[in-house]
């Protein structure tokens, strides 16, 4: 790739006459080859990138889009819950920070529930968007995923849920610690009714989250690259005042260890999850169910996901 | 008191002159016996005066004190027959939790406990209460042993947190901790669980998502330490670590008006350190009395009213 970086980009940067990360950018870098990809074909390809493989955050909205079947879900209205319990103030209001999530990703809290059909089959997912607050999870989002769960049982669908979280929601305090046993619960009512529950680990997937409803699927699927554990990396360096090993917390090091299932490039994961419902629902998915199109080229995907995200919305252990 | 903390200071200054008083040769003489007895008088009083009005941060201070009775102090008073078992037969034992079985006033339980250590050799031997996935799996073997049983379970809460390293990730301390919490919330037996110390984080709620949930006044429970917090949020860790602890909302009193804890049990004054028997007696009789409000439930009844108390969590906010 270093000839296009090193040769091409600065010509296309002239003739594009846009600067990197703009409004509009009609291009946009990998952060891990820093190849240089439309963004039309970005979109096309769920954010993958087309010469290397990373796998870049998708949103929960657009995440929803890959997995149902064309144009056959619906978001659900999440209920309303307490907000700003603990009247939370660190060198700006909770609040503030909440507005300012709000309007930026339209969304009013970081978990997207929606219901309908993939491969035929019925099933509701749960969303996590990072962008949101880093994903984190306080009471709005515990109360989604019971709700979530409480869907899946009524419409004996799977529950499918797609974690990419820092943790807990500190602003929320110990509200947001209680989550986790909440979640579970929800976890619970529906493996309680007999149905599948299968988490998809995307990055990154760390704190509370992790140790909850996230690591607790029958079936846990992670995208490649994606950085999951419990204690933060720099927390751990500051512990153990060593570097940590390669790979340390990726996918492919929890597959390693036998922490989850299998690792699943995007472009393979609602086949995969039609595929794994089929088996375990004793059942066979719908015959005209197309599968997406993978894109023009898939590499190996390369994990080391960018670090790009604010450390204010870094939440705990 | 052998370790005073900062905010003590004026109190152990008092307490240092008394214990002057009482090493002179001739402190039977009624003059020194009067200055004795007003000096004790002003030490009381100070320290009744400190403790009324403990800020968040300095109840954080008296919840790790090194004096104040950890696991190990509980069960050596409040359990007979106290029988440890080891290990979660996959890995290793885990030195940051104390369970076995044992006789609580009478009956047979089982008790788990994360344990500090008093010392620098036994906090080291404890891992400063910091637990491993080995550890959580070791808690979750015995809560099932409980529930076959049918025997209540008594945990004690003490942890700056779940151990934070390479070896406790790999081995899957995230998985650890959520199936202790689904093992928590799954049992057919009472839970009580105490938080005695600190409560930190996921390290804590892994073995306190009880039926009922007992608080001692100066403890601590919190998602993150106002240490960590303040890094995060405050970008500051040494001084912004006040303000963290007050917006935290940590203290037994917050917790409670929140509906996070069933029960506050009192300190003496000076808090648990400054009197460990009573403090010890006092959590004895709060888990007895616990205990006792749970006994008529069957065990469906003990689940359904446990998850029913964490769904109803947080919904309703004291305005
Ligand atoms: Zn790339």
Redesign the pocket.
Known sequence: ?NWLKNLVRPKLRELVGRQKGTAGNLWRD??????M?FHSDLEKDHWV??????HMRLEAGKRLVMLFDEDAYQTVELDAVPTDPLKFRDRRKYTERMKEAQNRTGETDALIVAHGKMGGFNVVIAALDFSFMGGSMGVAVGQGLLTAARLAVVQDASLIVVPSSGGARMQEGILSLMQMARTTIAVEEVREAGLPYIVVLADPTTGGVTASFAMLGDIAIAEPGAIIGFAGARVIEQTIREKLPEGFQRAEYLLDHGMIDMVVHRHELRDTLIRVIGLLRNTVPAADVASIPAAAETPAA?PAPSEDHPAEDRPTE | MHNFLDFEKPVAELEGKIEELRRLPDSGDPKIAEELSKLQGKAEKLLRQTYSKLTAWQKTQVARHPDRPHTLDYIGALIEDFTPLAGDRAFSEDHAIISGLGRFRGSSVVVIGHEKGTDTKTRIHHNFGMAKPEGYRKARRLMKLADRFKLPVITLVDTPGAYPGVEAEARGQAEAIARSVETCLGLKVPLVSVIIGEGGSGGAIALAAANTVLMLEHSIYSVISPEGCASILWRDSNNAAEAAAEALKLTSADLEELGVIDEVIPEPLGGAHHCPAETIAAVGDAIEQALKELSSLDGGALKVRRREKYLELGQKIPS
């Open positions: 790739m990998c952060p891990e080859c820093e190849g990809i990138c087309r010469f290397c493989g990373h390369n």
